[in-house]
């Protein structure tokens, strides 16, 4: 029994550290983008039990602060940018991290064109709701039709039975609230319907930046 205990704790102190969204700088390699993008996708799939048949099915990268800085890195190397051009680059996508919590996200649905989140075969709402259950709506919901060459080379998921979506939240709403308060250990993208609900989930580690209000 107490091999089992000792095994218990051993697997839970080993499992997938929290994920940080301070804004904290980073050394980065371009060949150190696939991981940030293991540890920012998410995936998951929502079935109808009754017809055994699957409903929707998504997979979404939180654009992190950490995420941008390994994908700007990454593109740089790709593009072969000057070290001016990159940070040029890195600075454009870290300002906008300060207004814009963003997900790249695909799915995938049984009648194709109900997986199009902006069409109007389509009755899925999409939501950002951190920990104590507070949701957000998004300010921008930008379908990509024809993804580009980078876009399926950085973004795996992407697949021709699958739409292709730009998802952003405001990192404050309208009140001045936070959408993700600093303190948070989780936050939520959520796609609820009559079909079911598909929750993609990051843990955090509760140490997100405080924002400066006015």
């Not at 009755?123 to 876009?151: A, F, Y």
């Amino acid at each position: 029994m107490l091999c089992l205990a000792a095994l218990a704790c051993a697997l839970v102190a080993c499992g997938s550290p929290r994920l940080s969204l301070r804004p904290t700088e980073h050394t980065f390699t371009a060949s150190d983008y696939g991981s940030a993008l293991d540890r920012w996708t998410r995936s998951a799939d929502d079935f109808d039990f009754g017809r055994l048949t699957e409903v929707l099915h998504v997979t979404a990268t939180f654009e992190s602060h950490e995420m941008r800085w390994a994908y700007v890195v990454r593109y740089a190397a790709d593009h072969s940018m000057t070290t001016e051009e990159r940070e040029h680059l890195l600075e454009r996508s870290l300002g906008d991290a300060q207004t814009r919590h963003r997900f790249f996200v695909t799915v995938g649905a049984p009648i194709f064109r109900e997986g199009d989140l902006t069409g109007e075969q389509s009755d899925w709402r999409v939501l950002l709701v951190d920990d104590n259950g507070h949701q957000t709506e998004p300010v921008e919901l930008l379908r990509i039709p024809r993804p580009s060459r980078d876009m399926r080379a950085y973004f795996p998921a992407i697949h021709r039975q699958r739409h292709v979506f730009r998802i952003a939240f405001p990192v404050v709403d309208d009140e001045g609230a936070a959408t993700i308060e600093p303190g948070s250990h989780r936050v939520t993208l959520r796609f609820a319907g009559a079909s079911g609900t598909v929750n993609l989930e990051w843990d955090l580690d509760g140490m997100g930046a405080e924002l400066e209000r006015p």
